[in-house]
């Protein structure tokens, strides 16, 4: 088909004119048209493939396309415009955002990051760049403060943050932020430098701390580098770590000891205190448990019971108490005092009870004489109550005459008291007391008075009717716990326990037996209990014969402790360690305790010989305890002339040291006297350390204040820059405040303020420096009248004609008028030609000075003006700027000069002296 018909017939969308083809994206749609679009976007039109872009744009399609097209297709480069926001954008900021996540091409990043419409995009472009270089070109040329900065916080090493200071001009923010940074890195190195130091130190200290010989203090001082340490461990390595873990188990090791120790020694005092305090408690509650039974009306078998199982208990702590401590002489008399007072009516009522029944037949018998008998045997105490049985006995009948029967009647009070009593007795369930003061009243009745007899008869029936029913329940509520103990035996004589277990159990089981009294009692229970009770008795036997055994070896042992403390007590030196002594106490009193139980019968003896070796073992502790606190007070009063002298400080504390060193080495006074001796002690020492250390802090306060002072001065200096040559002046009154305030202490804040000292000096002298050759300079200028005036009269001079003074209008030095001077005489005496030659030597010299290029026809002149600076250097040589000034003045003086010779050299003169501006005075 002709090209014409192609044409004609071709459809919208791939007309020749853009502008139709453009038109036509609009009738296209993407599901049906997708392949005619995607021919579109390859359009040389921008409109066109703009417009079909536009149809097709979508995050996925656009990373679809960046990844695929090259850089230099026309559509990539709509792609970026579009993307960018440089065209008409296709697409929301979201979904822009969405593309520019998943951009992985750095220079793709770099062009959104610069040129997009947005900061947001800017920013997310920026997030996937990690080149170093182009986040620093970003954060000195992006056109966006925030993208700037955010670019500079991602510049994380020196080289590029140096890089950023210089460079980011664009943004002085960045700069500063740049700058701070890299110096924060700087003193974070310093601090990391110090803190390594400081941790060397803190290992070596601690070194020093493990060796040497302890004092109070040191745990203190320990724990002071722990806590260093622990504040400074996070940036150690692992030599430092092992090192110090090292040094710091052997401190601490000692000071573990030492503290257990300590806290023995006080466990040993506590223990001490309790015993005592056990004691006054063991012999109070025996003296009150003997005042209350003194304050009953009458006693019974259960007080007796209750008495002794008191003062067995107590009898049993006492001993537990004697193995710990020894009493002191009188507690011990009051308790044996108790002990005989318990123990004479225990074995009253002993008696008391072997004679009761034949007591009781007498008395029904009205046998006054066995009555009478059976009293003296039984033998009561005085001062203690006795038995209902004893208190109301018979007595014989009185005559019959009026008088012994008035004298015979009871008093119906007395009666009725009697009566109150006996109602009390069965109240409280104390049917013996209760049958036996029933028994005395119903003996008595018959002598009442007969008008009170019918009352106090009837009273008298109804507490008897109680006291039968009494002991008519007694016995029915004993008889199951008869049968229930009888039954208990019979099954420990068959049970499978070890030997302890048995053993406790048959006590508990006699004990709950005897504890029931007469109540429910008969022959056969207590046969078969008996009989169970023997059985188990045989059981036991190999094992009592073992506790026998076991009694012996320590009734033994307890016989050679004792042996060894009274050696010991009559062989100690005079001289011995009261804390040694008292080591021995404890031990001896821990082996008592370990030795237990021994037979009965030889206890008591063994204890009190035990007792007695203590009692002399502490009175020699006390003894050289006393020693001790003389020593100790000898110490304290020079510790206190010690305090009050007129010493320096460093000595005086370092002398109290060796006096705690002695403290330590006495041992221990005793214990009152010791905590006075030590907070006396203490106290001097405290006093001492306090003012060393109050010297101490002056000193550190007047170092920081002269470091504080020197920091202001640098700041003050830092902040100044001379305007003139005479500031010279402020430069030099400066240096006079420096070297006053020297020497700083040595320290890194000292290095750190000396170096930029230096700096801010040597900076002041350059700039003064430059200022006063610019004052030469400046002066030169001014002199070029009066030079020309010079001139001109050596001209007039030469010529013949009269050599005329010049005079000056300048305010001249007195040096400069000086060389004025000359220059008069010497134009009427001078020769022109050792003054052409003089000139030349000056400029040559000058130009020496200015290190200005000289030619090879100057070689000769050059190596006469070295040596003569050389020569001058033998003797003073002065600085460049005093010769630069002085080779003015020669200049000035240097005469006679005719016009012309002037003229040839007065224009390099002038550019040598203009070149003063960029001259170096230090080199």
Not at 279 to 296: F, M, P, V, W, Y
Not at 319 to 330: K, N
Not at 658 to 664: E, F, G, I, S
Request: with cysteine; glycine share 2%; aromatic share 4%.
């Amino acid at each position: 088909m002709p090209g014409f018909l192609q044409r004609l017939f071709a459809p919208r969308w791939r007309h020749a004119d853009p502008r139709i083809r453009q038109e036509a994206i609009a009738g296209l749609t993407v599901e049906r048209d997708r392949e005619k679009l995607e021919t579109l976007l390859r359009d040389d039109n921008i409109e066109v493939r703009h417009a079909a872009l536009a149809r097709l744009a979508t995050p996925e399609r656009y990373q679809t396309l960046l990844a695929t097209l090259e850089p230099g297709d026309p559509l990539y480069r709509t792609l970026l415009d579009t993307l960018t926001g440089k065209e008409r954008t296709l697409l929301s900021l979201e979904q822009r955002l969405q593309v520019v996540e998943t951009l992985d091409d750095p220079t793709l990043l770099t062009h959104v990051a610069s040129q997009a419409d947005n900061q947001q995009l800017r920013l997310a472009a920026l997030e996937r760049i990690s080149d170093e270089q182009t986040l620093i070109e970003q954060a000195c040329q992006n056109s966006i403060a925030g993208v700037r900065q955010a670019a500079s916080r991602r510049i994380d090493s020196d080289e590029g943050l140096e890089r950023l200071a210089r460079e980011a001009r664009r943004d002085k923010q960045i700069m500063r932020s740049a700058r701070d940074r890299l110096n924060q890195r700087r003193d974070q190195r310093r601090e990391q430098d110090a803190r390594q130091q400081r941790r060397d130190d803190l290992i070596q200290a601690m070194t020093r701390l493990s060796d040497q010989p302890w004092e109070p203090m040191l745990p203190a001082r320990y724990r002071h580098l722990v806590r260093e340490w622990r504040s400074l461990a996070d940036d150690a390595d692992e030599a430092q770590r092992q090192k110090f873990h090292q040094v710091e188990q052997l401190t601490s090791t000692r000071v573990i000891e030492h503290d257990n120790a300590q806290r023995e020694e006080r466990a040993r005092e506590q223990a001490m205190d309790m015993a005592r305090r056990d004691s006054q408690r063991i012999i109070g509650s025996l003296e009150q448990a003997l005042k209350d039974l003194e304050h009953r009306a009458t006693l019974d078998a259960q007080d007796v019971a209750q008495l002794q199982a008191h003062f067995r208990l107590q009898a049993e702590q006492w001993r537990d108490l004697t193995d710990r401590i020894a009493p002191s002489q009188e507690d011990q008399k009051r308790f044996e005092a108790l002990l005989q007072k318990a123990s004479e009516l225990t074995s009253a009522w002993q008696r008391f009870e072997e004679h009761e029944q034949a007591l009781r037949s007498a008395i029904d018998s009205r046998d006054f004489q066995t009555i009478k008998r059976l009293k003296r045997t039984i033998a009561w105490p005085d001062g203690l109550p006795c038995p209902t049985l004893l208190t109301h006995l018979p007595e014989p009948a009185a005559p019959t005459d009026s008088a012994s029967s008035s004298r015979s009647t009871l008093d119906p009070d007395q009666f009725q008291q009697s009566l109150d009593q006996l109602e009390s007795q069965l109240d409280r369930g104390e049917l013996q007391e209760a049958t036996r003061l029933l028994d005395s009243l119903m003996q008595r009745r018959q002598r009442l008075p007969l008008e009170k007899r019918d009352s106090l008869q009837t009273r008298l029936n109804q507490l008897g009717q109680r006291t039968h029913e009494l002991r008519d329940w007694r016995n029915f509520a004993a008889a199951p716990k008869r049968e229930q103990l009888i039954e208990g035996m019979e099954g420990l004589a068959a049970a499978d326990m070890d030997e302890p277990a048995r053993d406790q159990q048959h006590r508990r089981l006699v004990r709950d037996w005897k504890a029931l009294g007469d109540a429910a009692a008969s022959r056969e229970r207590s046969t078969r209990f008996r009989q169970a009770s023997d059985r188990v008795r045989e059981q036991l036997a190999g094992f009592y014969q073992r506790r026998d055994q076991q009694r012996e070896t320590n009734l033994a042992e307890r016989e050679r402790l004792c042996e060894q403390l009274e050696t010991l007590i009559n062989h100690t030196a005079a001289t011995s360690d009261p804390d040694s002594l008292r080591t021995i106490r404890d031990r001896a009193r821990e082996a008592w305790r370990q030795w237990s139980p021994v037979p009965r019968a030889r206890e008591n003896e063994l204890r009190q010989r035990f007792t007695r070796s203590l009692r002399a073992l502490q009175t020699l502790i006390d003894q050289q305890a006393r020693a001790v606190a003389q020593a100790k007070q000898a110490l304290v009063d020079e510790i206190r002339e010690l305090e009050e002298a007129d010493i320096d400080d460093e000595r005086r504390a370092d002398r109290a040291k060796t006096l705690q060193t002695r403290w330590r080495e006495l041992g221990r006074a005793p214990r009152g006297e010791e905590q006075a001796l030590w907070r006396a002690f203490r106290q001097h020492c405290d006093a001492i350390f306090e003012r060393r250390n109050a010297q101490r802090n002056q000193q550190r306060q007047q170092r920081d204040s002269r470091l504080d002072q020197m920091q202001a001065l640098i700041d003050r200096m830092d902040q100044w820059f001379p305007a003139t040559a005479a500031d010279q002046i402020i430069l030099d009154e400066a240096e006079r405040e420096a070297d006053a305030l020297m020497p700083l202490p040595n320290g890194p804040r000292t290095d750190g303020m000396l170096k930029r000292w230096e700096g801010i000096l040597r900076d002041r002298r350059e700039r003064l420096d430059r200022l006063a050759l610019g004052s030469l300079a400046e002066r030169w200028q001014q002199w070029q009248p009066l030079l020309e005036a010079h001139v001109a009269a050596d001209s007039r001079a030469l010529k013949g004609e009269p050599a005329d003074n010049v005079d000056t209008p300048l305010p001249l030095s007195s040096r400069a008028l000086e060389a004025h001077r000359l220059r008069n005489e010497r134009r009427a005496s001078g020769e022109q030609a050792k003054a052409r030659e003089w000139l030349e030597h000056l400029r040559v010299h000058l130009s020496v000075l200015v290190d200005a290029p000289l030619g090879s026809e100057d070689s000769s002149r050059r190596l006469d003006v070295q040596v003569a600076r050389l020569n001058d250097a033998m003797g003073n040589m002065p600085g460049p700027m005093e010769e630069i000034e002085q080779l003015q003045y020669r200049l000035l003086a240097s005469g006679p000069i005719d016009h012309d010779d002037w003229q040839r050299v007065a224009p390099r003169i002038e550019s040598l002296m203009a070149m003063l501006q960029g001259f170096d005075t230090n080199d």
